[in-house]
């Protein structure tokens, strides 16, 4: 299958793509991730991109499809892929379309309240990149392998609202377009992690018999 993982930022996308992933063997392909690995490595992509990130903006269209187009050519995407992060425009949409056609888009909903608390607990492993919400005055270690959490720069509430108001005024439209065209299939994300998992799964499991 090739499916699309729509949400706004803090939504528990990364969460449930490697569930997906996992459980179907589909590449999961993060836009995040790849800006992450562009950004370490101190490319003049990386570069780039750190700013607009850091600021809660969307890097251009034209440098994202240009990382899918040869992401989606790779070798471990041809027996399907997930796509985390990735169309965030309607440009994107459109470009997209144009590589290949996707199966489903999944939406998970979350109220941008939800989310502003979600964020305030949320740390990530800056050795293995695993997301985990931490509660105050717990262990700010990594569950899968002992490393020391970090915070994310953007992971403050006022860039996290400022993140959900482009998020809102960029990819809603896309959340509209997907629904016109019978795609998209909405998720109740503000319940535990296996509640959405189980949702998604047996949406999935329903279009492969």
């Not at 489903?104 to 941008?112: L, N, T, Y």
């Not at 860039?159 to 795609?183: K, Q």
Request: aromatic share 4%; proline share 5%; glycine share 6%.
């Amino acid at each position: 299958m090739k499916l699309i993982l729509l949400g706004p930022p803090a939504a528990g996308k990364g969460t449930q793509a490697e569930s997906i992933a996992e459980r179907y063997a589909l590449a999961h392909i993060s836009t995040g991730d790849m800006l992450r690995a562009e950004i370490a490595n101190n490319t003049p992509l990386g570069i780039a991109a750190k700013t607009l990130i850091d600021e809660g903006n969307l890097v251009p269209d034209d440098i994202i499809n240009a990382m899918i187009a040869n992401r989606i050519k790779q070798e471990d995407c041809i027996n399907g892929f997930l796509l985390d992060g990735y169309p965030r425009t309607l440009a994107q949409v459109e470009a997209l379309s144009e590589l290949t056609e996707i199966d489903a888009v999944i939406d998970i909903e979350v109220d941008s309240e939800i989310i502003i608390a979600r964020v305030a607990k949320r740390r990530v492993c800056p050795v293995c990149g695993h997301t985990q919400s931490v509660e105050p005055g717990s262990p700010e270690l990594c569950e899968k392998c002992g490393a020391e959490l970090i915070r994310r720069a953007d992971d403050t509430e006022e860039r996290m609202r400022h993140r959900l108001e482009v998020y809102h005024e960029s990819t809603e439209p896309l959340i509209r377009c997907y629904a016109e065209r019978g795609l998209l299939v909405p998720i109740d994300g503000e319940r535990t992690i296996p509640e959405v998992s189980e949702e998604i799964f047996e949406y999935i499991d329903s279009c492969l018999l």
